[in-house]
């Protein structure tokens, strides 16, 4: 059976820029258009050429590989032709294949908004297009408010529907700017400008203003359109756009999308979208969400309880799609059994490979379970998760043991009278049968103990060099300061990678201090694997040598 | 025109216990019964007699005011009547009103989970149902696994829905369990079930993992069933429920549906909707969503661009409804205009009424502005506000100040050799011209330096006796331990009322101090009012005795 093709428009990178809080720089803009594709979407909408200087900058050269660079603009201003009109040349310069203009599609908002009457604006429309695709351009556009329009003046929304595309546009995209139009109505609404214009020149752009952004994507598909536009993890203005992470697995995994279209998207590109989720959740400084439908970190999560058994027999039972075609992973908390096949999955992670029935396994099972009950959580603490198998399993060397440590904070009024905070850390640590003594001033203490620590580990110090602090969270497990603390220290080095730690303590240093600790002996186990290689590496030369 | 009876039913307390992470004592339970009672629903699920401890003692008494409560179990096991199952006695016995029983509606699962006949199945429902409802008990059936049971066999499906009602059932609910299920599969496959059962005994039990709960919820009230099921926040295994917070607004202020339907959901409980939302986040120790529908602190941000001066013309322009209906603000970062009457707003919230052309509330603008920029947040803290507005404004009495602090946390062995960690905290205050000093012991910096700020404030100890700290966040704001440190600190006090205070620094224990600082001055001025009001009394008394 032929399927249609759908296509993927990103805008992450205009639309998503819109979000609150966030703001790309130019080298963001760059990393996130490489995960963008990792995606296999068709297009990706880079910004807003001539709106501010990174969105300029970014479209001085093509920036994509395999998908249409798309810039964003508006169509030219009253009183003059696009041929005229600085804000279209600037977008017809740009290094983007394609340029999406974006016109009124409700009558009120081209008199509240432009002071405009929907003649002019429909004949802007008309001229725009036709000057860009003249000029050899792909052209869009975003018809905004069309369904709010449509409700208020179907005929003005429809005629900007067919004159753009008279005027020779490839893909005329059907906004739901406010994000308040249920499917049902979007379903009926394309219905009828089905009528008026061919599907797969259409496209649907929702917001997620009642949670049905990805719902009012697909009802748009059902109903005949052939592009949608989303963006990663659901970024965008206000609740955010259709979330692409989401649409992308349901487009290529259902049965009931998947055997009538097909997308860019491969088996390949879909597993890796747990990771692409991840990291640009990482390049906005946000905690991933646990509960985001495919990627998230409970998505395929199973609680003790009535569920588990029948999981464990199939686990079609309980999970809608198998967790690794998306790049995710199951993760069941149920009884000594699961929790043991959860166990070797994790240590497998490590390299570790024991069997199933190695007594050590049920030591360290019993060990995670009572850590866990006392507040530590290893689903986000795999460094630390490691550093307590290799402890448990006996094979984690003896780096160094910290004989003692001090923090002090003061706040005092210097000999100028002025307020002055004073942080300071004495570290006492055994390398080797070595005492160590280091102090450091710092921030706050952690950062002093921080400093403090990794100024002199002897024999050490070498490898830990290029390992920094990435992230600090700080919970309180039971409420109050008098409560458990529990500390989560993310750090990276020089490859890249990065790993979590953790620390529980009623004392937040004590905790913070712990997960430090970890955290360098993390360090320390991944380049002793390496340092142990290197060693015999020059050991075989040497034999060969010699 | 007449409406039909649309029933809402929370299962926050039953199946949103499955989320991985959370876990509900008896007074959480309680808690939170309020929470959602305060939403104007027709029934609260609150757990699972007998199951474990917690919702055994749940059950033991009538816990809801409104709503019908509503308890979750198994139905009968094999080979013993309904009569004589201690499952279903316990359930009947507990303090329900109603019981709501779980059916497996997949052929395939009665065999792989139940190892037992569709059969023997089907005669258990229509058993415990019958029983049930012979008890007297309102009687509902979940029909697990539902959509994809109805894939594989209709016939059986069906014939769970046709039995269940015959023996008595009020509601019968199609649960997507595994939450794979399309809208327009809903559509589809509840239509044909609407040819065997009426709508107005049919539920829907949607989950997100294709992230339609929603959809999927407002698709079978489209296709004709009259009661949904859903959660606060769409807490839920895996990705989450259907979010009620999100469905309740579409449903009673979207005329799509308000025009068709009416809940028992009022405009006064529509006005508490943020409110609910963000203090079962607070219960659950979870930060709020910020772009949730409706509810999120973003829902009705406008960031500087193109949307915002038309948003300023017109709020319908870029809102799809008014925040307000929802207990929500609008959030406009773009103007000095718009600032201000943000401004005003919070101002009012703390009994501050200032005019709008007060040049008082420009330097309070700036002073905001500037703190923000240095990564203050106001959102979430607004008792730091109010005492930062008091303090621009030269309202805030001068109560104490602090002249000097120090706080040592040392890990040493002791004279017994164990390792043992020490934590003191020094504080020199001034009140009313004298020095007063204090040192304390603590489970940590922070907690220490609590102690010894509160151990003597001379004139303003008894008025802070009832204060108490509930909570304590800590966020990093640029990565890494040298970056700037954010602290939140959540107080209590005896009256019930809960205030934020935050605190910004390179140093964590400064930004501690700083919350630490803000909340004693916060409840002194709340008290400050109270005990002038009280100074008053006693004066006008004495003055009416004299």
């Known amino acids: 059976m032929s399927r249609d093709r759908l296509y993927l428009f990103d805008t992450t990178l205009r639309d998503g820029a819109q979000t609150a809080g966030v703001e790309f720089s130019l080298e963001d803009k760059i990393a996130i258009t490489r995960l963008i594709e990792e995606l296999g979407v068709d297009y990706v909408e880079g910004g807003y050429p001539g709106a501010n200087p990174v969105d300029t900058a970014f479209f001085e050269e093509k920036r994509t590989k395999s998908a249409t660079f798309t810039a964003f603009g508006m169509t030219k201003r009253a009183g003059r032709s696009a041929a005229n009109d600085p804000g279209v040349q600037g977008l017809l310069n740009s290094a983007a294949t394609a340029t999406c203009f974006v016109a009124k599609a409700w009558d009120y908002q081209v008199k509240l908004a432009l002071g405009s009457t929907t003649e002019e604006h429909i004949e802007g429309l008309g001229d725009t297009v036709r000057t860009a695709s003249g000029a050899g351009k792909e052209v869009l556009v975003d018809l905004e408010h069309f369904f709010d329009g449509f409700k208020a003046n179907p005929e003005y929304a429809l005629s900007c529907v067919t004159r753009a595309i008279e005027a020779g546009a490839r893909w005329v995209v059907l906004c739901d700017t406010n994000g308040g139009t249920m499917p049902a109505?979007?379903?009926?609404?394309?219905?009828?400008?089905?009528?008026?214009?061919?599907?797969?020149?259409?496209?649907?752009?929702?917001?997620?203003?009642?949670?049905?952004?990805?719902?009012?994507?697909?009802?748009?598909?059902?109903?005949?359109?052939?592009?949608?536009?989303?963006?990663?993890?659901?970024?965008?203005?206000?609740?955010?756009?259709?979330?692409?992470?989401?649409?992308?697995?349901?487009?290529?995994?259902?049965?009931?999308?998947?055997?009538?279209?097909?997308?860019?998207?491969?088996?390949?590109?879909?597993?890796?979208?747990?990771?692409?989720?991840?990291?640009?959740?990482?390049?906005?400084?946000?905690?991933?969400?646990?509960?985001?439908?495919?990627?998230?970190?409970?998505?395929?999560?199973?609680?003790?309880?009535?569920?588990?058994?029948?999981?464990?027999?199939?686990?079609?039972?309980?999970?809608?799609?198998?967790?690794?075609?998306?790049?995710?992973?199951?993760?069941?908390?149920?009884?000594?059994?699961?929790?043991?096949?959860?166990?070797?999955?994790?240590?497998?992670?490590?390299?570790?490979?024991?069997?199933?029935?190695?007594?050590?396994?049920?030591?360290?099972?019993?060990?995670?379970?009572?850590?866990?009950?006392?507040?530590?959580?290893?689903?986000?603490?795999?460094?630390?998760?490691?550093?307590?198998?290799?402890?448990?399993?006996?094979?984690?060397?003896?780096?160094?043991?910290?004989?003692?440590?001090?923090?002090?904070?003061?706040?005092?009024?210097?000999?100028?009278?002025?307020?002055?905070?004073?942080?300071?850390?004495?570290?006492?640590?055994?390398?080797?049968?070595?005492?160590?003594?280091?102090?450091?001033?710092?921030?706050?203490?952690?950062?002093?103990?921080?400093?403090?620590?990794?100024?002199d580990l002897g024999v050490y110090s070498k490898r830990i060099e290029d390992l920094e602090l990435a992230d600090f969270k700080v919970r309180i497990l039971d409420g109050g300061t008098g409560a458990v603390t529990r500390v989560l220290v993310e750090s990276r080095d020089g490859s890249g990678e990065r790993w979590s730690t953790i620390g529980v303590s009623s004392n937040i240093i004590d905790a913070s201090f712990e997960a430090l600790y970890e955290s360098i002996t993390y360090k320390l186990l991944k380049t002793e694997a390496a340092s142990v290689s290197a060693a015999e590496e020059t050991l075989q030369h040497a034999t060969a040598v010699g």
């Open 185 to 455: 109505e979007v379903r009926q609404i394309v219905g009828t400008v089905l009528k008026f214009a061919p599907g797969d020149k259409l496209g649907i752009h929702p917001h997620d203003d009642t949670g049905q952004a990805v719902a009012n994507a697909l009802a748009a598909v059902d109903a005949g359109v052939r592009q949608i536009q989303g963006t990663l993890n659901g970024l965008g203005e206000r609740c955010g756009n259709a979330n692409l992470i989401t649409l992308i697995p349901t487009l290529v995994l259902k049965p009931y999308y998947a055997e009538r279209f097909e997308t860019g998207v491969t088996e390949a590109h879909l597993e890796r979208l747990t990771h692409i989720s991840r990291a640009f959740d990482d390049r906005l400084n946000r905690a991933p969400a646990r509960q985001a439908p495919y990627v998230g970190a409970s998505a395929f999560a199973t609680k003790a309880g009535i569920h588990a058994s029948a999981l464990l027999k199939d686990f079609s039972t309980y999970e809608h799609v198998p967790p690794e075609s998306v790049g995710n992973e199951r993760s069941i908390m149920v009884s000594q059994q699961a929790g043991k096949s959860n166990l070797l999955t994790a240590l497998s992670r490590h390299g570790i490979v024991l069997e199933k029935d190695d007594p050590r396994l049920e030591k360290l099972l019993a060990t995670v379970k009572e850590r866990e009950a006392r507040g530590y959580s290893y689903d986000g603490a795999d460094a630390s998760f490691a550093v307590l198998a290799h402890s448990v399993l006996g094979t984690l060397p003896s780096f160094f043991d910290v004989e003692h440590y001090r923090a002090m904070v003061e706040r005092r009024h210097n000999a100028q009278g002025e307020e002055v905070t004073v942080t300071e850390a004495v570290v006492k640590v055994r390398v080797e049968g070595e005492l160590l003594m280091s102090v450091a001033e710092g921030n706050g203490p952690v950062n002093a103990l921080d400093q403090a620590l990794r100024k």
